[in-house]
């Protein structure tokens, strides 16, 4: 009698106890049957090639990337995928059968899939996207965005430079804004990102003119501790349809797991609990 091995996976990060990924993958290996676990590594730099190259040896078919090794991946992989290459980062490696390293992004995908969830009148076409910050999580949005078919970015970061090379990698649609000008760059934009930090817990608010932001715009934020940040209450307060940033972290997730482990799951309601109550 032969038994299947048993897969593994898990989340790679310094420091890394805080991710909700394990609660993620977790749920879904006890939804759909699958014998897996999915395990939080904290890894130093210093020895992450030799952890990536142990763990397929352990019984590892994949594992997502997290601060501070989601660019340093890249030199590390023998496989890119032309998303994690334009956005110079990877979340995601799949241990392959013939002994590569496969690297690739799913971050974009969940921004975009998040927002098609939880605001399903939102087309990205329907005009400017005004976007805060200009960090990691900002190459993924804007990659993802152009993508969907948004005529323009218009981009603003307290360090100006940031954002100055956000436009230089990725052209002509998007524009710089001070962060001084942060209220003209609100005016008329029908899709709003806060893709920083700011407004998280333990962090300073995100400060802006709300009185600025289009009562029929949709706004989303990235972070997810607090779920509802000062950001979306007050574009709720607006009017606005607002979408939280819990649902990027579920839906970056599911490409993941299906490559891993064979199942495609459901991003629903049961999935989104079992992450908050984690």
């Known amino acids: 009698m032969s038994l299947e091995?048993?897969?593994l996976a898990g989340v790679i990060g310094s420091p890394i106890a805080h991710s909700r990924s394990p609660a993620l993958h977790g749920h879904w290996l006890k939804t759909y049957g699958i014998p897996g676990y999915y395990i939080p590594m904290d890894v130093a730099q210093a020895d992450l090639r030799e952890v990536l190259n142990t763990l397929p040896k352990a019984g590892f078919v994949g594992v997502n990337v997290t601060i501070p090794h989601k660019e340093t991946v890249l030199q590390l992989a023998d496989v890119v995928s032309d998303r994690a290459a334009l956005i110079g980062a990877a979340?995601?490696?799949?241990?392959?059968?013939d002994g590569k390293i496969?690297?690739?992004n799913t971050d974009g995908y969940g921004f975009i899939a998040n927002l098609r969830q939880q605001a399903p009148n939102w087309q990205a076409a329907s005009g400017p996207v005004a976007l805060f910050g200009a960090g990691g999580a900002a190459r993924a949005v804007i990659s993802s965005l152009i993508e969907a078919g948004a005529p323009e970015i218009r981009i603003s970061n307290r360090t100006r430079a940031r954002a100055e090379a956000m436009r230089d990698e990725f052209g002509a649609k998007v524009v710089v804004y001070?962060?001084?000008?942060?209220?003209?760059?609100?005016?008329?934009?029908t899709t709003i990102v806060n893709?920083?930090?700011l407004g998280m817990a333990g962090k300073p608010e995100l400060r802006i003119p709300y009185d600025a932001i289009s009562r029929n715009a949709?706004?989303?934020d990235i972070v997810y501790t607090p779920l509802r940040t000062t950001f979306l209450e007050a574009a709720a307060a607006r009017g606005c349809t607002t979408v939280?940033?819990?649902g990027m972290l579920l839906h970056q997730g599911a490409p993941c797991f299906?490559?891993?482990f064979g199942q495609r799951p459901e991003v629903d309601a049961e999935t989104r609990a079992a992450v908050l109550n984690a």
């Open 91 to 97: 979340n995601t490696l799949i241990f392959r059968q």
């Open 258 to 260: 299906e490559r891993w």
């Open 5 to 7: 091995k048993i897969k």
């Open 178 to 189: 001070d962060w001084v000008q942060v209220g003209d760059m609100l005016d008329g934009a």
């Open 102 to 104: 496969h690297a690739d």
């Open 218 to 220: 949709v706004a989303t």
């Open 195 to 197: 893709s920083s930090a």
């Open 244 to 246: 939280d940033g819990l």
